[in-house]
């Protein structure tokens, strides 16, 4: 049994799939398994990359399956990892070479000879940082929260503000941690794999309401994550608010069902922030009558009761600009918003 699983999700990722694996392959800790989860690549060449490179080294298995979607794909390779700590990886990113042997130190299991406790072992996340990767752009990003060790009332005092805040405590990506594989697998069943938006924090919800222990390492900026142009993020999807109620029921119960007291306050914040995205998507829409569908998600009964009722602390200029719109959805302010909004993408893709 390996120390850690290392598991990377594919589909149609051949363009930067060398650079992930070489950085996988070149971890100083050499005691890992590492399996590639083919998630019925269409591009004719990702699936015979992973054939090869298990053929080059026998520390990597490749799964190779329908495809069923990012959820479905991550899922499948945890159940048939074998070491008791998992570490994911998307196949467009790639990692620093110490990000194993680094982090490892930290878990129960890491700490070496005496000092060696495995009470934490089924129950633990260990948590980097990330850098961002944009065109030639490279941003730190570090968790909010102050790095260190949290059990008991100092991780109960967390889990009252996981969500719904301008800046997460800790990231919800399943990427760039350490984390026990059995905490994963007891908490598998509260994922939907209809869900298109927010999938991560389907999974790493669940984890951070029950782990007995989280760690966040101090600098640590192991993972890079390849931000590139999308639809969801700088274009129209009509699917955006149909999947924000599907996640606000999936999250909420999730919430109620493992007791954390502010679960309605943290979900009424948290759809408030994520109808930024479903505002901004709105707004890049070309196909006209923008202020009538602005208006018909903003003065959605519940939507507009929501509004009204809950506030949420807005830093950026950015995000005060659609807050004021999600609030005035006039033609003045839409036309104003949509203007700025457009240009900022003209700016910068």
Known sequence: MSKVSVILTVYNTAKYLDQCMESVLAQTEKDIEIILVDDGSTDGISPQMCDEYAKKD???????????????????????????????????????????????????????????DDSFVQSEIISSNYIVEKAGERRKETQSLAPGEYTGDKLDEVRTRLLGEEVRPVTMSRCMKLISRQLVLDNIKYCDETIKMSEDVNIMLPCLCDCMRLVVVKDSYFYHYRLVFDSMSHGYDSRLLKNLDLTDRVFRDILHKKGISTADKQMDREYLRMLFVVLKSELRCTEGNTTKRVRDVMWRTDIKKLIQSTEVDVTSKANKLLYYCMKHPNPLIVTITKAILMAYDKKTN
């Open 58 to 116: 026998d520390r990597v298995r490749v799964i190779h399956k329908e495809n069923g979607g990012l959820t479905s794909a991550w899922i499948r390779g945890t159940k048939e990892a074998t070491s008791p700590y998992v570490c994911y990886i998307d196949s467009d990113d790639w990692v620093e070479k110490d990000l194993v042997k680094s982090l490892y130190p930290y878990t129960s299991l890491g700490k070496g000879g005496d000092k060696s």
